[in-house]
């Protein structure tokens, strides 16, 4: 196990039906006066989740200012826009209702306001932010985990820069998990949603340190689970069980836990990805499926002993003959998955055909991006990540 471990995670969950009826009295309790609340396009309307969390408000007493809009791949105009209308209305909490995009926009307008200067600075890793305004989740996609996790994402829409800056302050302070508002999202969400809790737990699981029992343990429970349970929601998009499960899932697999005594894990994929998702506006939880075997094909030989274990543990792979055999059929296995659940496992089948030219674009950004290499299990290069591009194409 590494040397030291931290599990941080401040966030209280407020889970079941009709959580989001207690958004008043837990508000009333942090202090809370005047929210932002913070949403994306239709689905909040639609639903009637935004009039319900309205209400629930002003029976406790508490004011709000809305503002809508945010669109998948969240835009950092929107962001600053809602700088200025948080310092201009003095709000004192923002409140997104929605799924990763929306929260990480929330997250985003927090930082800029607590902190002096352009917040794009911080998703540039020019500097760290000293605070954050609280943050409150009214979650409706099992995806992104930004419910409880340190991330957010945006893209800033001048040269499509699509970066992640990741702090503990950005937790949210409060989550409302209520799987029934998973019932009226389309299946491809649902579907993007499980490939990115799958890959939230895999990018930390693919490692290239110790690992502890416990935490394989729970990866592979999750892994599982994700799995199966997304498999009943095809087949009815209404069971309430196997939506719990997923909505839980997506919390957990990216609040630090699946992480836990490790390095942190690779997240190549993941860093591929957002280049990916920044110029051609993919779905991000897509994306990843589509990345991911060529991702592994690339580099399992690194670390052989835990795509072994993978395929065996999580796949249900008999061992082959060689373990090169074996770590292959849990690889094939997974995007045989991916495409049972209608993902991509190719980027051409998102309909985006890439260029030689759009590869070296995507590759040059993620590698100013990190600074150099991305990944642990094989660390990867400018050149490796074309190569990757070009098997993902
Ligand atoms: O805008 P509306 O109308 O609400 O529609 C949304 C959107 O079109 C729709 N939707 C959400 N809940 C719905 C619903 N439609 C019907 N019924 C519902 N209950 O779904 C679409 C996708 O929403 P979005 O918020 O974009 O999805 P997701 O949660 O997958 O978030 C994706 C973003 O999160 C980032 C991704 O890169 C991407 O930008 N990530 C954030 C992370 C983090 N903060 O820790 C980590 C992830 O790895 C990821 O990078
Ligand atoms: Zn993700």
């Known amino acids: 196990m590494s040397e030291l471990s931290y599990y941080y995670t401040p966030t209280k969950v407020v889970f079941g039906k009709a959580a989001e009826h207690q958004v008043g009295t837990e508000l009333e309790k942090l202090g809370v006066k005047k929210v932002l609340l913070h949403y994306g396009g239709n689905s909040a309307k639609k639903s009637g989740l935004l009039d319900r969390v309205k209400a629930s408000l002003s029976e406790n007493g508490i004011q709000s200012v809305e503002l809508g809009g945010v669109v998948p791949n969240p835009r950092l105009s929107l962001v600053y826009e ?23 926009s929330a997250k985003a307008i927090g930082y800029g306001v607590a902190n002096d200067g ?64 998973l019932k009226t ?91 990916l998702s920044g110029i051609f506006d993919v779905t991000h939880g897509a994306g990843l499926a589509a990345i991911w075997g060529s991702w592994a094909r690339y580099v399992y030989q690194n670390r052989l002993d835990r795509f072994v274990k993978f395929a065996v543990n999580v796949m249900g792979v008999t061992p082959e003959q060689t373990d090169d055999q074996t770590a292959i059929a849990g690889i094939e296995k997974m995007e045989a998955y991916y495409r049972s659940i209608d993902m991509p496992v190719s980027v051409s089948e998102m309909d985006v055909q890439l260029t030689v030219d759009q590869i070296t674009e995507m590759a040059d950004k993620c590698t100013e991006a990190a600074g150099g290499t991305i990944g642990v299990v094989k660390p990867l290069g400018r050149d490796d990540m074309i190569e990757i591009y070009q098997a993902a194409r």
């Open 82 to 104: 809602g700088i200025e209308l948080v310092k201009k209305e003095a709000l004192d909490f923002i409140l997104a209702v929605g799924g990763g995009s929306v929260i990480d």
């Open 118 to 181: 352009d917040v794009w600075e911080l998703y540039q890793s020019k500097r760290r932010a000293t605070a954050c305004l609280p943050i409150g989740t009214v979650l409706t996609i099992a995806a992104a985990g930004s419910e409880m996790s340190t991330g957010s994402v945006i893209t800033k829409e001048e040269g499509w820069e699509k970066r992640a800056y990741d702090d503990d302050l950005g937790r949210p302070a409060v989550s409302f998990l209520n799987p029934e508002l």
């Open 185 to 275: 999202l389309p299946w491809y969400q649902t579907a993007a949603g499980s490939a990115d809790i799958l890959m939230h737990t895999m990018e930390r699981y693919f490692n290239q340190s110790t690992n502890m029992a416990l935490t394989d343990g729970l990866s592979e429970t999750i892994l599982r689970t994700v799995m199966e349970q997304t498999m009943i929601v095809k087949e009815d998009p209404q069971n309430y069980e196997a939506l719990a499960e997923l909505m839980w899932a997506s919390s957990i697999s990216h609040n630090g836990l699946t992480g836990f005594g490790t390095d942190g894990g690779d997240w190549a994929t993941h860093m591929l990805e957002h280049e």
